[in-house]
């Protein structure tokens, strides 16, 4: 397991695609950052080293850095926002996340879904909703099936969030000290989150 606080600012892009979390399940495809001269570069600590975070380029430009695994296996709550004049915090999240996904939403917010907040903790179903015009969190919609390293993505308009470890299941655990999940819990639902009535469903799956 490798920790950072270093973080490369290439057009900013390269942060997102290159420095953040590596995560023990498979997630959506990352964007790719093109190659940009060493001039253009620049190094900046985070406040935090963590691993096993989530990073997202917001629309301001910046890139909003979420949660992780600190180097003594404690689940952060602390967010840092990152830009090409350096690195500042971020809100503190409701509760401590790692295997949570970031979303970008229609009006420019970000949607924090599901995670864990202990290495040996159940999955949680709450989320959060940060507001980057104002740089405050809020509550967002509670989730139907608790989740962990799960997918977030749309379909057309729909907000759809997809598998990943449900409550039963063992939780993975970056240090290798955790049995491995078991089948049982592993999350074969999908739900589709109404952001605009604050509540969620779960779909139908045909195998």
């Known amino acids: 397991m490798i920790y950072t606080r270093g973080v490369c600012v290439l057009a900013l892009v390269a942060l997102v695609s290159g420095c953040g979390g590596h995560s023990?399940?498979?997630?959506?495809?990352?964007?790719?950052?093109?190659?940009?001269?060493?001039?253009?570069?620049t190094t900046y600590a985070l406040g935090t080293a963590r691993a096993e975070h989530q990073a997202i380029l917001l629309p301001t430009?910046?890139?909003?850095?979420?949660?992780?695994?600190?180097?003594?296996?404690?689940?952060?709550?602390?967010?840092?926002?990152?830009?090409v004049e350096g690195v500042r915090p971020g809100p503190t999240l409701s509760m401590p996340r790692t295997g949570h996904t970031l979303t970008l939403l229609p009006d420019g917010n970000i949607l924090i879904a599901g995670g864990i907040s202990s290495l040996d903790g159940p999955p949680t179903?709450?989320?959060e909703i940060f507001d980057p015009e104002f740089g405050d969190l809020n509550e967002g919609p509670q989730l139907a099936d608790a989740r962990?390293?799960?997918?977030?993505?749309y379909v057309g308009e729909a907000l759809i969030v997809a598998g990943g470890q449900g409550a039963t299941a063992a939780v993975?655990?970056?240090?290798?000290?955790?049995?491995?999940?078991?089948?049982?819990?592993?999350?074969?639902t999908l739900e589709r989150v109404d952001m605009a009535?604050?509540?969620?469903?779960?779909?139908?799956?045909?195998?």
Do not use: W
């Open 61 to 83: 430009g910046e890139v909003f850095v979420v949660g992780g695994v600190d180097s003594q296996g404690q689940v952060l709550a602390s967010t840092e926002i990152v830009n």
């Open 24 to 41: 023990p399940s498979k997630r959506g495809s990352a964007s790719t950052a093109a190659p940009v001269s060493s001039d253009q570069s």
């Open 172 to 188: 993975a655990d970056p240090f290798g000290t955790a049995p491995p999940a078991s089948a049982s819990g592993l999350l074969d």
């Open 148 to 153: 962990a390293y799960h997918t977030t993505f």
């Open 197 to 207: 009535n604050r509540v969620t469903e779960i779909l139908p799956v045909f195998l």
């Open 125 to 127: 179903q709450s989320t």
